[in-house]
């Protein structure tokens, strides 16, 4: 077992494309549970959507798999790993393997048994039992004389991709039921009994797959869903410096990247890095790019049409059957693919004869617009992206000569808006509601070209809007946020009120922080959150991209079950945050004994706290002044206006003052019964030397 997962192979599968899987791994973002709504989407959509949210669930380890989370009491048995193509499903398998086989996870598993979906698919199915079929991927089971011993024994069941499956598993019939593993059937039964727990229910499920063929096992036969989402900023970096020989070559290559936001957003995908690292290395290493595209021409062109048919046909896969067809040698393929892929599709469109450009390019939207999955739609984007006068010299050698591309972006821009606007809508505004003619899908993709085209007449739209006071509907909020993100300017600070929504603004919220792109100082008060808002909250606290400093939540109804996720968050060492704010959020002292807890903690950078306007009560007050006591809290400012605190309140926060620990410099206890005692417990914490404080109210 150890030695089929030792190497990996990148790209196509070939022996020269084999490596150390130890040399090149880079930790994943595996998270539990799934993306909402995510199996309804185009895959072109679910591959941005995984950037754009990070899940409320914090991110595990790959061979945390099986593990229960806190407070879970149900028995994990069947695992459904879901993820797009490319994002490192079938990799985190062989490092959960490889792990165990050395020894260095999950002590207590005597047998895990890989059996890939594509390879059981050449399995003849003429009858066989669990053990048979377990014989055909693991011949060393041969020595196994009684069957019984499988009882015995922890073992995990691996299906790795279950979306390359053409076995038939039907759920519904019951007619065969396999209790022993030695009965015999179709491939497909057994391995049904198998998943329902008919055979070996002791034993462990662990199955991956793109997430539009997850639904081919019912709901009732999964214990817990996890999503791979690839990799997060640092890992793209570690990938490129772990797959790039040569320091100052990978430094470059990783500048390169960062150079155009979208590219590296793409970068989320394991397999995309891999692709880019290829073509980069190749492209960098050819200082004469016309030579270098000219030698690649008659590939470039073969491949333009294998991708092209694939694509029409709405195939993210294919096999070498689909090269033959297209004349592609399958060994020379191998080699020659991955350095051409970002360039061939291109060619099947601009080698049209007699087509002008700005005829190919409306073209090309009015056949996205026929989609109606979006299998079209990244490539539209793409080719109106690469069609960018800046990104011409990348054709030199490949394309002919075409007319100006600037002026023919002008007209295709136009005539993306004439598709896009109501007719009925006087003010003649893209934004303000889309023609019924087209798909909000369709739409929105359209959208996203005009950004893509540098079109900057969005962002002047937004801007009439929000000084016109209209509402911005959910396709104003993805703009903007898409604007935001793509921008290469560094946005400090973001106040949500400017911006008037119907959904108090969860579309922003739930892009800008998930995507981890939320601005230094940014202000959710008056947003309609709730507890759930805080679980996105924390998981962006979380996340070794956020950089957010400044976040104000207040005037929300987030109670204390918000107030606990949201401290989870600040107990990451990743967290950033020195300064929040949680006035009018319908708190009491269960909060205050949550944060009295994060403040105590080491990885705390809270320098100030505003719980003011909340019922916390001198027991909640009593709560933080421990923490106050503590040396690891840093706490500097900490605001308690009408917290319903008497002179209980003041006796504690005296005994704090008066710590040599405590760093608090700034007290408000306005609006608060705390009588003449109180005041006078204050003013002998005061005198204290050991008191920081510099200003009380």
């Keep these: 077992m150890k030695r089929k997962v030792e190497h990996i192979c990148e790209g196509i599968i070939h022996p020269e494309n084999q490596t150390l899987l130890k040399s090149i791994y880079t930790e994943l973002y595996i998270t539990e549970g799934e993306s909402e709504g995510v199996n309804k989407e185009h895959e072109v959509q679910q591959i941005e959507a995984a950037h754009r949210r990070r899940r409320q669930d914090m991110p595990i380890n790959c061979n945390e798999i099986f593990k229960v989370s806190p407070g879970q009491e149900m028995h994990i048995r069947t695992v459904m790993t879901k993820g797009v193509a490319g994002i490192g499903k079938t990799v985190s398998v062989h490092k959960f393997i490889l792990d165990w086989a050395e020894g260095a996870a999950n002590h207590d598993v005597d047998f895990i048994f890989l059996l890939p979906f594509r390879e ?29 011993k499988y009882e015995g024994c922890k073992m995990i069941f691996i299906f790795d991709g279950l979306d390359e499956s053409r076995i038939q598993l039907n759920f519904h019939i019951r007619k065969q039921k396999l209790c022993d593993v030695t009965q015999t059937s179709s491939v497909g039964v057994v391995i049904t009994n198998l998943i329902q727990g008919n055979l070996l229910p002791s034993a462990l499920i662990w199955i991956t797959s793109r997430p539009a063929a997850a639904n081919q096992i019912p709901a009732q036969h999964i214990s817990q869903v996890t999503e791979v989402r690839g990799f997060n900023d640092p890992q793209k970096e570690e990938f490129f410096r772990k797959r790039i020989r040569g320091e100052t070559q990978a430094n470059k290559i990783i500048s390169h990247m960062k150079t155009s936001r979208s590219l590296y957003i793409m970068c989320h995908i394991p397999v995309f890095c891999w692709i880019s ?45 689909d090269l033959r067809e297209c004349g592609i040698d399958v060994t020379a393929a191998s080699r020659e693919f991955t350095r051409n892929f970002l360039l061939s599709i291109l060619k099947t469109f601009f080698s049209r004869p007699n087509m002008s450009l700005d005829d190919l390019l409306k073209a090309a939207v009015d056949k996205s617009l026929q989609s109606e999955n979006g299998h079209l739609d990244l490539f539209l984007r793409f080719l109106l992206g690469i069609s960018l006068g800046s990104n011409q010299e990348l054709l030199q050698g490949l394309l002919p000569q075409t007319e100006s591309s600037s002026e023919s972006l002008q007209r295709t821009s136009q005539y993306i808006k004439q598709k896009l606007i109501n007719q009925n809508n006087p003010q003649n505004m893209v934004l303000l509601r889309f023609s019924e003619k087209i798909s909000t899908e369709r739409a929105m993709n359209l959208l996203l070209c005009l950004l893509e085209m540098k079109d900057s007449s969005l962002h002047e739209e937004i801007d009439v809007l929000v000084k016109s006071g209209e509402n911005l509907s959910p396709a104003h909020c993805s703009v903007l946020t898409y604007m935001i993100l793509v921008s290469e300017d560094v946005l400090d600070d973001f106040d949500l009120n400017k911006y008037k929504t119907d959904d108090g603004g969860l579309n922003i919220i739930n ?12 202000a959710l008060d008056y947003c309609n959150l709730t507890e759930l808002s805080c679980k996105t909250v924390a998981a962006a606290l979380q996340s070794p991209d956020s950089h ?78 421990t923490s106050l006591e503590d040396p690891q809290c840093k706490l500097e400012d900490l605001q308690l206006r009408d917290c319903s605190l008497s002179a209980v309140s003041c006796s504690a926060l005296s005994s704090a003052l008066r710590s040599n620990s405590s760093h608090l410099r700034i007290l408000d206890l306005s609006i608060n019964n705390l009588q003449d005692s109180g005041v006078e417990l204050l003013c002998t914490a005061l005198e204290d030397p050991h008191c920081k404080l510099e200003t009380l109210r």
């Design 120 to 148: 059981m698919n050449l399995v003849k199915d003429e009858g066989y039992s669990l053990h048979q079929l377990l014989l055909k991927f693991h011949p060393e089971l041969q020595e196994l004389e009684d069957t019984q």
């Design 277 to 321: 690292a290829t073509v980069l290395q190749e492209v960098l290493s050819e200082t004469d790019r016309q030579k270098l595209l000219q030698s690649n021409k008659e590939v470039v062109l073969k491949l333009a049409k294998l991708a092209f048919n694939q694509l029409e046909q709405g195939n993210l896969l294919f096999y070498e059957e």
């Design 511 to 522: 892009l800008l922080i998930m995507l981890n792109t939320a601005p230094l100082h940014t």
């Design 548 to 625: 957010l400093t400044d976040l104000d939540l207040s005037n929300n109804r987030i109670l204390d079950s918000g107030v606990e996720h949201i401290c989870v968050g600040l107990e990451s060492s990743c967290c950033k945050l020195e300064t929040l704010r949680l006035r009018y959020c319908s708190l009491s002292a269960v909060s205050c004994s949550a944060l009295s807890s994060t403040l105590s903690s080491n990885s705390s950078r809270l320098r100030l706290l505003d719980l003011s306007f909340n019922n916390l009560q001198d027991s909640g007050v009593e709560l933080l002044s």
